[in-house]
């Protein structure tokens, strides 16, 4: 397994195809010694082809931040993996918590997503997480291991292999509160003891805190959404994490 496995851009619902472009232009060649694939951006589906097609010949990979589990279908405002396989997208997110949150993603639907993905050849990132009330009546053990659980029923090993998991404690994503990277570490201890596939800390990583969380032996890269709309920063962590690869 890579030292570091990937740093993920979750742009969210942020961004034009023209800022994207721009950020592109400009990110590529800071990164352009970085391994092939290390670097992923999960953009909004609509700049896909876009990302896509400016990233193209580059080493950075391109994904959905969702996909439907369904081939195709009367699933009005969502995105379907032969779509995203059109496009050229290779990575997809898959039950990241403001979609288990707001758009009510069980850990049912996200393991439907996850077979989907693994059929069409598209790499997943599923994400974990614990919320803060968990965290504080010391559930968080039981919490991921539920989520595990359910995301990866009828997965064996030999399907799990190219997946990666994203360890994002709810109670750090955009409010500024990381993990410490001790708290990160035995999340991701626990993670690969159930799984054995590489796992990303995601929850405000910056560059101010990106190379501690990646001086942990288990923490293999990371998803980044606040400080990857910014392509400083951004590259600062790549940069943080080569360091330590
Ligand atoms: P954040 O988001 O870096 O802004 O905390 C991370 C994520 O939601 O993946």
């Given amino acids: 397994m890579p030292r570091t496995a990937m ?10 195809p023209a800022e994207a472009k721009a950020f592109l232009d400009a990110f590529l060649p800071l990164v352009a010694d970085h391994d092939r694939d290390a670097i992923a951006i999960f953009p909004s589906p609509v700049l896909l082809p876009t990302v896509i097609e400016v990233a193209k010949g580059s080493n950075v990979a391109v994904g959905a931040q969702n996909i ?35 758009f009510a993603e069980t850990d049912a639907i996200v393991n439907k997503k996850l077979h989907t993905a693994l059929k069409h050849g598209i790499l997943p990132v599923v994400c974990i997480g614990e919320v803060l009330g968990e ?18 029923a009828g997965i064996t090993a030999e399907m799990a292999k190219p997946i990666v998991i994203a360890y994002e404690p709810v109670w750090a994503i955009g409010t500024g509160k990381t993990a410490t990277p001790a ?7 626990l993670i690969k003891s159930l799984l054995g596939v ?17 001086a942990q032996p288990d923490v293999d890269g990371a998803l980044v959404g606040g400080a990857s709309l910014d392509l400083e920063s951004f590259a600062a962590i790549c940069r943080a994490a080569a360091s330590h690869s």
């Fill in 135 to 152: 965290r504080e009546a010391g559930k968080t053990e039981e919490v991921l291991k539920t989520q595990v659980t359910g995301a990866f």
């Fill in 198 to 214: 590489p796992v990303l800390y995601g929850g405000s990583v910056t560059p101010g805190n990106a190379a501690d969380l990646f």
């Fill in 183 to 189: 708290i990160a570490q035995e999340a991701h201890v």
């Fill in 68 to 102: 439907h589990f369904a081939e195709e279908g009367a699933y009005t405002g969502e995105t379907s993996i032969g779509q995203l396989i059109a496009v050229g997208g290779t990575h997809t997110l898959i039950g990241h918590s403001e979609r288990r949150q707001y």
């Fill in 7 to 16: 740093i993920a851009a979750n742009w969210k619902m942020y961004k034009t």
